[in-house]
């Protein structure tokens, strides 16, 4: 689970105190953001473990997915951080590496023995599309809470129509 970071917070407050809506995550930055997850993980994984062949091929064989979710993520922290959306997505790499590596320091020996096997998993994806998917679903550490967007859904019952 994602920990709520205080500069997302701190993004919704007025100067006189008062909270606005926060800035939530879209579904495509949601998915951007596990996507940098899993690119992370590889990176550190490959630096960690003497496998950068293996995050090479990765990155060759992704690597118009990579872009276009690169895209995504800076598109959102253009929406969150206005001018300062450089310096924040820049912020937020380099906090995603150091999460990724403090992770690594605490399994210690283990490291390269329980996450050399990203590497198979991931390059054995038959489309770019399904990175996307496997990103998602290993459920990686983030430096912050990536906070989803939640659509209101409406009944009849609930918006007093009736049928």
């Known amino acids: ?6 500069s997302l917070l701190a993004t919704g407050l007025l100067s006189g105190g ?28 490959a630096i960690t473990c003497s496998q950068q062949d293996r995050y090479n091929d990765f990155v060759q064989r992704f690597r ?3 872009v276009a979710q690169e895209r995504a993520l800076h598109a959102y922290f253009a929406r ?9 997505h820049d ?9 990724q590596s ?4 605490r399994q210690g020996t283990l490291f390269c023995q329980q996450n050399v096997g990203l590497f198979t998993e991931v390059l054995a994806l038959t489309k770019s599309t399904d990175l996307s998917v496997y990103a998602t679903s290993k459920q ?23 049928h």
């Open 1 to 6: 689970m994602r920990m709520l970071s205080l």
């Open 64 to 66: 118009g997915e990579l």
């Open 18 to 45: 008062m909270a606005l809506a926060e800035p939530c995550a879209r579904p495509a930055d949601v998915t951007a953001f596990d996507v940098a997850g899993l690119k992370s993980k590889l990176m550190v994984t």
């Open 80 to 88: 969150v951080s206005g001018g300062r959306a450089q310096h924040a």
């Open 140 to 162: 990686l550490p983030q430096p912050m809470e990536v906070v989803a967007c939640t659509s209101v859904v409406r009944t009849a019952q609930a918006t007093g129509s009736r």
């Open 102 to 105: 403090e992770n690594g320091i």
């Open 91 to 99: 912020d937020y790499i380099t906090g995603l590496a150091n999460t």
